[in-house]
């Protein structure tokens, strides 16, 4: 293990672990075995440091996200999301708690690319025709559900000690944003969903793009 990481894991443990929230310079130098100026040759300040735990945090959730290889069902990706995302904030529960820290005062851009991830398998259920709301719309429902499981779980978990809340949670978030496979002509929401994201994959030639920014904008009303 690295120097860096070695300091980095040292600080997400001890804040995790400190009922303040706050831990020292010198408690993390003692924990990770360096010495000060070693951790500000590294980290500038602990400002950087701990905006450094962060990208930390989102980096290792990041690698099992970009190395999955999506499947023909986008519903089972996007259960198999949820899932992975529990798993790692219980494996992981000082970065995570870190990762999605009220004090934190700016996103990383590791955590764009986590909604950007998951926005792209709505998408994919969107084409599919399986999906009520615009993916946008769908992506924060379902990102903010999802953190606030894993947080109270990590946190509470005296009072959220029920095994089965994640999946309760997560099903009927589902269910509130996807639909069964069409087969009646008047479900209109998951039809005008699936056509949104077909001409967002694939604009059509038939169209200027005035026109095609209006049906869009109209196909995103109908889906939500």
Not at 20 to 35: F, K, P
Not at 59 to 88: C, M, N, T
Not at 129 to 153: D, E, F, I
Not at 154 to 167: A, C, G, K, V, Y
């Amino acid at each position: 293990m690295s120097t860096r990481t070695r300091i980095l894991e040292a600080t997400a443990e001890l804040l995790a672990n400190s009922p303040t929230g706050e831990v020292s310079t010198r408690a993390i130098c003692q924990a990770a075995g360096v010495g000060q100026p070693v951790l500000y040759r590294q980290f500038g300040d602990k400002a950087g440091l701990l905006a450094a735990v962060v990208d930390y945090g989102f980096e290792q959730y990041l690698e099992a996200k970009r190395a999955r290889v999506p499947s023909a069902d986008p519903v089972a990706d996007l259960r198999e999301g949820w899932d992975g995302h529990i798993e790692f904030a219980l494996a992981h529960k000082s970065f995570y708690r870190l990762m999605y820290s009220t004090s934190s005062t700016s996103a990383p851009t590791a955590g764009a690319e986590a909604f950007r991830l998951l926005e792209r398998t709505l998408e994919r259920c969107a084409a599919a025709g399986r999906l009520r709301v615009p993916p946008v719309v769908g992506a924060r429902m379902v990102m903010s559900a999802n953190v606030g499981v894993a947080l109270m779980l990590i946190t509470r978990p005296e009072n959220f000690d029920d095994p089965e809340l994640s999946h309760r949670v997560r099903d009927a978030v589902h269910a509130r944003i996807l639909s069964e496979p069409a087969s009646a002509p008047s479900a209109i929401a998951p039809v005008a969903a699936h056509l949104n994201a077909l001409l967002a994959a694939s604009p059509s030639t038939a169209l200027t793009e005035v026109e095609t920014a209006l049906l869009r904008d109209w196909l995103t009303r109908l889906a939500d």
